[in-house]
Structure formats: C-alpha cells, structure tokens
C-alpha cells in the first residue's frame, strides 16, 4: 500500500511539473527591448529678447521634432530628440535642439494605459541669434517628464511633455529655455 501510494504521488508531481512547465512565461523574463521613434509639435519661451539680454522673450518659439525612445529594461529607458523651434521668431531668433539621456517610467497606470516619466537629457542647442547676426552651439541640460498613453499595440501619444533647459556656457552668463510638447510614438519592435 505505501509503494502504491509513493509511486501515485510521484506520478502526480511528474504529470503537475510538465504541466507547470507549460505555463506562459512571466512577464518580468519576456523579452525588455523595444524602439518607439515619434514626432512632437513644441512651444518654448527661448528666455532671450535680443542684445544680450537673457530674459524671457515675448514670443514663444513653435516647432517640430523627432524623438527616439529605446526600452531597455522594465523601468529604465533612453530617449534622444531632435527638436527645430523655429516658427513665431522675434528678430529671427531660433533655438535648436540635440539630446540624449535616460528617461524613467514612475508608474504603469492599467487606466487609459498611462505612463508617467521623468528624464535628464544632456546635449547641444543651436541658437540663431537676432536678425540672423551670429549663430551659436551651447552645451544644454534638460530636466522634464511627461506622460505617454498607449493607443494601440504599436501607437502611442504623448499629451505633454515638459522640459525645463539650462545652458551654463551660454555667451553670458546661463540661459533656461522652457517649454512643452506633444505628439504620436510608432513602437517599430
């Protein structure tokens, strides 16, 4: 009776760990990389009137960009952007952008599949200074977050993004652009 009831118990533990083994495989293992590429449309106060004068200017700059947001672990990624604020210019002033660094997701919201974010973005504004005199590059800190919502598998939107900037190298002294964006991410794997 005991060697029936061992060899029906091991039986049982066979048969229940090729059944576990079937199971879906849990969703901390599954594979992390992921590259979603987009599009923005910004509005940014330049912080510059003119002659030297870093002070907020009385136009905003709007512009376009591209951002690239490369998944890498659950709660870890990097975003690049390129960002052209080059319309609504006062005395033909504009503002270019070039930026990478890490961004990090806060929290997954099963609601409306929200996803909120902080990042540091370390780069290179171009700055076209007024009625096109001079140009300069400048070495560019960027402190923001935002929030990205999942449309479908593939698409995503970013209803805002904030992005407050600091240029310490600036001609005098430092110069903190700040602005907002918004626009659509396709997840391409």
């Not at 509005?43 to 960009?65: H, I, R, S, T």
């Amino acid at each position: 009776m005991y060697r029936l009831l061992l060899s029906v118990f091991m039986c049982l533990l066979a048969t229940g760990s090729v059944a576990a083994h079937a199971q879906v495989v849990p969703s901390a293992t599954r594979g992390q990389l992921s590259i979603t590429a987009g599009g923005l449309f910004s509005a940014f106060q330049p912080d510059y009137q003119g002659n030297g004068v870093a002070k907020a200017g009385p136009n905003e700059l709007f512009g376009v960009g591209a951002y690239v947001d490369i998944h890498m672990r659950r709660w870890l990624e990097a975003e690049a952007e390129g960002r052209w604020n080059r319309f609504n210019e006062y005395l033909s002033i504009s503002q270019d952008n070039y930026l990478i660094g890490p961004k990090i997701p806060i929290h997954e919201f099963g609601f409306m599949h929200a996803t909120p974010y902080g990042k540091v973005l370390i780069g290179m504004t171009k700055m076209n200074f007024e009625y096109d005199y001079a140009y300069g590059r400048f070495t560019t800190l960027a402190y923001g977050g935002g929030v990205d919502l999942k449309l479908t598998k593939r698409l995503s939107y970013r209803p805002v993004d904030f992005e407050y900037q600091q240029m310490p190298n600036w001609v005098r002294g430092t110069l903190s652009p700040y602005g907002f964006s918004t626009g659509f991410g396709y997840r391409i794997f």
